[in-house]
């Protein structure tokens, strides 16, 4: 046990010498990064011989890089680092011996290993930083006939459901050209969603799901299709957080419901103890085109909340929600693009509003209630009627 502290002590003494002089501390950054490079190129010597002997192959592994990652506990993205840049720089000796006499960085290695050799009189790029040495590698990299039809076929897109489908993954990989139109196409939707949603993350990746959503919405979308199965006794029992489903399985929560309830073609299935049908809800239309045609052509075409001018993906939103029994009335109905409807007033809980002051409709926290909007204490303080002091004005 002492011996055990002692170690420790001194391995803490050793390191706490590093701090002694900030000079010193940053050397012995710069040289353990250089020692590293040296080690890698160790270890490419190592990988080359070994992959002559096509070990990897022997092992049963799928790919020399697998095989590497698994024998010297790296990430696989280390691994295809020394695989690939071993192989690069088979030929070219030169590079391989500047990292053995520890004169570069390893990264730095690997993004000039990239570009072909030209005979450049610097072949280490150095008058770029890593990042930059990455983009000349791309401007020199030629793209061939072979190289472009195999990216091409290598496109795809994979979305992966949770087991009870609430939550969706999605990846996959795009060619260079459709890879930059979908980054233009969300990034130039993420940027005009509105900002007056003060529970909006902040982060660009929330924004691009955003985007994602609202450009698989068409601007003249057929109404969803709904069926909804209600466990009677669950249901009841947690206020409907547990108990409802959608048809095909996926659990909803009270808001995704009340979203697609609230302009939808909806069939309401409720489910005794014992598992059989008690009765079958009416199917109907929350908003016939006509009527959502009309809302929308009242509303001037665009969304009605104060400050949004969008004029895509409308949709007519309940002010008291249909699934509470609101009714399909021009009074109760408010046109809203697809952001406002979907996330700020189904997810974010936001009710709209008619201002007091000059009648246009704005969100605020608060109790869905009429037409007239929430009560006056759930309104932004901003938009609160002014109050007086004096008793007698008051009355």
Not at 32 to 47: G, S, T, Y
Not at 63 to 86: C, I, P, Q, Y
Not at 123 to 128: A, E, S
Not at 195 to 208: H, I, L
């Amino acid at each position: 046990m002492k011996s055990n502290t002692r170690s420790a002590q001194r391995k803490s003494q050793h390191f706490s010498g590093y701090g002694t002089s900030i000079d010193t501390a940053e050397q012995t950054l710069i040289a353990a990064e250089l020692h590293i490079a040296r080690l890698r190129a160790i270890q490419m010597d190592a990988l080359e011989t070994l992959d002559r002997a096509q070990v990897a192959t022997g092992d049963g592994a799928r790919t020399f890089s697998e095989w590497v990652a698994a024998r010297t506990d790296v990430s696989l993205e280390t691994a295809r680092d020394l695989v690939r840049t071993m192989r690069r720089t088979s030929e070219r000796t030169h590079l391989r011996l500047i990292a053995h006499e520890a004169d570069t960085s390893f990264d730095r290695l690997v993004a000039a290993a990239r570009i072909v050799d030209t005979g450049d009189p610097d072949p280490l790029f150095r008058h770029f930083d890593i990042a930059g040495v990455v983009r000349e590698a791309a401007r020199r990299e030629r793209v061939t006939a072979a190289r472009e039809a195999r990216t091409s076929d290598n496109q795809h897109l994979i979305i992966q459901p949770s087991l009870d489908e609430s939550w969706w993954r999605i990846w996959g990989g795009l060619d260079g050209a459709t890879g930059a139109a979908v980054d233009e196409a969300l990034t130039r939707i993420a940027d005009t969603l509105p900002t007056d949603d003060p529970q909006m993350p902040g982060d660009s990746a929330w924004r691009r799901a955003m985007a994602l959503g609202i450009i698989c919405v068409s601007d003249d979308p057929l109404p969803t299709q709904v069926t909804v199965f209600v466990d009677a006794d669950t249901a009841a029992g947690t206020g409907a957080e547990a108990g409802v489903y959608l048809e095909a399985g996926p659990r909803v929560g009270k808001q995704a419901l009340e979203a697609l309830l609230c302009d939808s073609t909806t069939r309401v299935i409720a489910i005794s103890e014992l598992g059989e049908p008690m009765r079958y809800g009416r199917s109907s239309r929350s908003i016939p085109p006509t009527v959502r045609q009309a809302i929308i052509h009242r509303d001037g075409n665009r969304c009605a909340i104060d400050g949004c001018d969008s004029r895509n993906r409308l949709q007519v939103h309940h002010i008291i929600p249909w699934s509470q029994g609101g009714p399909t009335d021009p009074e109760n109905l408010l046109t809203v693009c697809w952001y406002h409807h979907q996330v700020a007033i189904h997810r974010h809980d936001l009710t709209p509003y008619r201002h007091p002051t000059h009648g246009r409709w704005r969100l605020g926290s608060g109790t869905r209630g009429p037409p007239g909007g929430p009560t006056e204490h759930s309104l932004p303080r901003r938009d609160r009627p002014p109050t007086s002091t004096n008793p007698q004005k008051r009355l």
